[in-house]
């Protein structure tokens, strides 16, 4: 094993989940001398010569990643532990389209209007349904609750001079444990995303929530000793 890591796991983190669109997300791929995966709000690279198995080669828009960091901000995985512990998760709910017969129409997707014209005559005439659109079935959005938990959907965690999602400060510490370090390294805060050093092969960029929230966590920076 030439990292020393589940380079499948790792990568597996920062793919696009089931479900997304942009197709080209879901699985790792090659550029150059690096291997990427994302799913368009953190991106993962490493330097293709410690992985062990081959990527598709793509030619994707890439997030570029500045050469010469300007930060050395250290954070600390039981830091980042605590801090994602303190949040408290939601239950996740989904909707699902539910089809209810039409009653106006019994489903069968035609109605009957009446005409009465000036001599009284009356005359009857079958149309669409105007309830259904003569579909029928009428859909309704219905919730869910799931017995899953989550952070909740923009969950503001302040770290440094910007705010990242709950759920993608979790990747990272995910990230840490497959790899077996204890920190990672802020070394770029711009104004829509985060970049962390997470050893010499393997950089991670997060991008920004744009918060006014004043409720937000904080991740506290690794005490210099
Ligand atoms: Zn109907």
């Given at each position: 094993?030439?990292?020393?890591?589940?380079e499948?796991?790792?990568?597996?983190?920062?793919?696009?989940?089931?479900?997304?669109?942009?197709?080209w997300?879901?699985?790792?791929?090659?550029?150059?001398?690096?291997?990427?995966?994302?799913?368009?709000?953190?991106m993962?690279?490493?330097?293709k010569?410690?992985?062990?198995?081959?990527?598709?080669?793509?030619?994707?828009?890439?997030?570029?990643?500045?050469?010469i960091?300007?930060?050395?901000?250290?954070?600390?995985?039981?830091?980042?532990?605590?801090?994602?512990?303190?949040?408290?998760?939601e239950?996740?709910?989904?909707?699902?389209?539910?089809?209810?017969l039409?009653?106006?129409?019994?489903?069968?997707?035609?109605?009957t209007y009446?005409?009465?014209?000036?001599?009284?005559?009356?005359?009857?005439?079958?149309?669409?349904?105007?309830i259904?659109?003569?579909?029928?079935?009428?859909?309704k959005?219905?919730?869910?609750?799931?017995?899953?938990?989550?952070?909740?959907?923009?969950?503001?965690?302040k770290?440094?001079?910007?705010?990242?999602?709950?759920?993608?400060?979790?990747?990272?510490?995910?990230?840490?444990?497959?790899?077996?370090i204890?920190?990672?390294?802020?070394?770029?805060?711009?104004?829509?995303?985060?970049?962390?050093?997470?050893?010499?092969?393997?950089?991670?960029?997060?991008?920004?929530?744009?918060m006014?929230?004043?409720?937000?966590y904080?991740?506290?920076?690794?005490?210099?000793?």
């Open positions: 094993m030439i990292g020393n890591f589940d499948s796991a790792l990568l597996s983190l920062f793919v696009g989940k089931v479900g997304e669109i942009r197709k997300t879901l699985e790792p791929f090659a550029l150059d001398e690096y291997v990427y995966a994302t799913d368009c709000f953190i993962i690279r490493i330097k010569e410690i992985l062990n198995k081959e990527y598709p080669h793509k030619y994707n828009p890439i997030i570029s990643f500045p050469s960091p300007s930060l050395s901000i250290c954070y600390e995985i039981n830091e980042i532990g605590k801090l994602l512990k303190s949040i408290t998760k239950r996740v709910i989904v909707t699902e389209e539910e089809e209810e039409c009653e106006e129409c019994n489903g069968s997707g035609r109605v009446e005409y009465v014209d000036l001599k009284g005559i009356p005359y009857e005439v079958e149309e669409n349904c105007p259904c659109e003569g579909d029928g079935f009428l859909y959005e219905k919730e869910i609750e799931t017995d899953e938990f989550d952070y909740p959907q923009y969950c503001p965690v770290v440094y001079g910007g705010f990242l999602n709950a759920y993608y400060v979790e990747v990272l510490q995910k990230a840490m444990s497959i790899l077996g204890d920190t990672i390294t802020l070394c770029e805060d711009l104004p829509n995303m985060s970049l962390f050093r997470l050893n010499e092969n393997i950089h991670v960029a997060v991008a920004k929530l744009f006014d929230s004043e409720a937000y904080e991740l506290k920076e690794k005490t210099k000793v």
